[in-house]
């Protein structure tokens, strides 16, 4: 480190916890929006000098969460945060950013490095003191056990609910989940196999299962929901699908951009609105490989506040084209992220770049409103889904608002010359 660096380093706010002292260095030295690091070390200062608990070496674990929370909060910006591997957050994050934290992943999740959780395959969260089950990745456990989005969650195997707690040491048993479907109906029990999940993995298998093909108004209408984009093969699932796969007789595509995570190239809607045509590299021998799909067909497109980063990208694209968004308005966190692992093994997220579309265009904060807006009350919703339900429609509408292709007529064959 240059003598500047130190000097740098030793003016900013020190309590002497590491942790802390780590996330005060890495915002400093990293943070997109360097007008914003004063009202952040001001922050920091107040935690370490607070008449009531001081932050020093010495304060407890759950001191040093608050600080370290309250002082993140003071930015004010998504993709910035602090994340415990007690939380599912923790190990998605990790896989999705394997790379940046490269050096630590053999040491964080040995023996091969690769982040694993013990799990059933669903996400909850809480509304006034009661926990839900807001997401049941396709293709899991959970799904398969018949758990439903909107079930609130009692206990595991008679004990409170954890996110990890609750199945570590249980992978490749079942656990006993308590739950409620209906408002004051008496509890139901699920037996459900707790898996090892690898996150990335995990996600493409639920995208590849969340695939279907609905006959309704007497038109069939395909559906994907993309969790995330940061998966290697997720987008080619979905393009094989609807190229040759389960999805071809598809009239259109209703896709739901609802996910966990964002992630993903810039141009990951090309494959709906992009105009190069679609070709497949065909060898002498083998099979013939898809090298570029274009879905030529209508689309109506899912949005919430889980549409988020790649995906809110991915959303205004669409709409860019035209595409109708149906849903409620996404959560506006447009940024580019990177992770960190602080002493505690932690992970912190830093938004280390700012996000300008075209001559200036920002999602940050704002969000993207949909077209048709369709609320989503969560609580006991025993599986029922109002979004999904009102983007099919709206496919079924515009589909049958779009006149049939003409039909060139047959051409007598050219005469051999």
Do not use: C
């Amino acid at each position: 480190m240059s003598m500047a660096a130190v000097a740098w380093a030793a003016e900013l706010p020190r309590s002497g916890e590491p942790t802390f002292d780590r996330v005060i260095e890495l915002v400093n030295a990293n943070f997109f929006d360097g007008k914003a690091l004063d009202r952040f070390n001001t922050a920091a200062q107040a935690e370490i000098t607070d008449p009531v608990a001081a932050l020093s070496r010495t304060s407890p674990a759950s001191r040093v969460d608050a600080a370290v929370t309250s002082v993140l909060a003071s930015l004010g910006v998504s993709h910035t945060g602090r994340f415990k591997a007690d939380t599912i957050d923790y190990f998605e994050l990790a896989d999705i950013f394997r790379f940046a934290i490269r050096d630590d992943m053999r040491r964080l999740f040995p023996p091969d490095g690769a982040a694993r959780y013990p799990g059933i395959g669903m996400v909850t969260t809480l509304d006034n003191g009661q926990r839900f089950v807001s997401d049941v990745y396709d293709g899991s456990a959970a799904k398969k056990a018949g758990l439903l989005v909107g079930d609130e969650i009692l206990s595991v195997d008679g004990q409170a609910y954890h996110e990890i707690g609750s199945f570590e040491d249980k992978v490749g048993r079942t656990v006993e989940l308590r739950l409620r479907r209906h408002r004051d109906a008496d509890p139901l029990s699920l037996q459900v196999p707790v898996e090892r999940l690898r996150p990335l993995p995990m996600f493409e298998r639920a995208i590849e299962e969340s695939i279907a093909l609905v006959e309704t108004g007497g038109r069939k209408i395909g559906y994907v929901r993309l969790w995330t984009l940061s998966t290697r093969n997720g987008l080619d699932v979905l393009a094989e699908a609807l190229s040759s796969g389960r999805l071809k007789a598809a009239e259109g595509l209703v896709v739901d951009l609802r996910g966990r995570w964002g992630g993903g190239p810039a141009d990951a809607a090309e494959f709906l609105v992009g105009g190069t045509p679609t070709f497949r590299l065909v060898p002498r021998r083998g099979e013939a490989t898809l090298a570029n799909f274009r879905w030529q067909k209508p689309v109506v497109a899912l949005i919430d506040n889980g549409t988020r980063s790649g995906l809110e990208l991915f959303a205004y694209t669409l709409r860019q084209h035209g595409i109708p968004l149906v849903g409620e308005r996404t959560v506006g966190a447009l940024l580019a992220g990177r992770a960190y692992v602080l002493p505690d093994d932690s992970l912190l997220e830093v938004a280390v770049s700012d996000a300008v579309i075209g001559d200036g265009l920002r999602l940050e904060g704002v969000g993207i409103a949909p077209d048709l807006q369709v609320a989503f009350p969560l609580a006991y919703a025993a599986g029922k889904d109002p979004q999904r339900e009102a983007a099919i429609a709206e496919m079924v509408r515009v589909l049958q608002a779009t006149p049939e292709p003409e039909t060139l007529p047959a051409q007598e064959p050219a005469a051999t010359r």
